[in-house]
Nanobody
């Protein structure tokens, strides 16, 4: 059973930075897609960034050039470095995992593709 716990959320002013962390357990990183998702009040959950076992990344257009997903294999930790934050980045951020499928060249950003989720961490960006 894969378990995920996020940390690192908080409040920051527009233009600032935050780094989110996720500590997965119960999985083999080379066989899984790990992703970051977010959900703002009244909106659907959306994919932000994903990383496969080989290190290939996928980003939503809205965060390209501002957010960076990475993994520290030694510490078994997934990160999301968020720079140049905007008020519209305000949301609950979730870490998620799914076992990779053979036909996935990159990890998907569709929330329905993922079946393991953390409880989330709140990010608030003020203008």
């Amino acid at each position: 059973q894969v378990q995920l716990v996020e940390s690192g959320g908080g409040s920051v002013q527009s233009g600032g930075s935050l780094r989110l962390s996720c500590a997965p357990s119960g999985y083999t990183y080379s066989m899984y897609c790990l992703g970051w998702f977010r959900q703002a009040p009244g909106k659907e959950r959306e994919g932000v960034a994903a990383l496969n076992g080989g290190g290939r990344t996928t980003y939503a257009d809205s965060v390209k050039g501002r957010f960076t997903i990475s993994r520290d294999n030694a510490k078994n930790t997934l990160f999301l470095q968020m720079d140049s934050l905007k008020p519209e980045d305000t949301a609950m951020y979730y870490c998620a995992a799914v076992q990779s499928k053979p036909n996935w060249w990159r990890c998907p950003l569709l929330p329905d593709s993922y079946n393991y989720w953390g409880p989330g961490t709140q990010v608030t960006v003020s203008s």
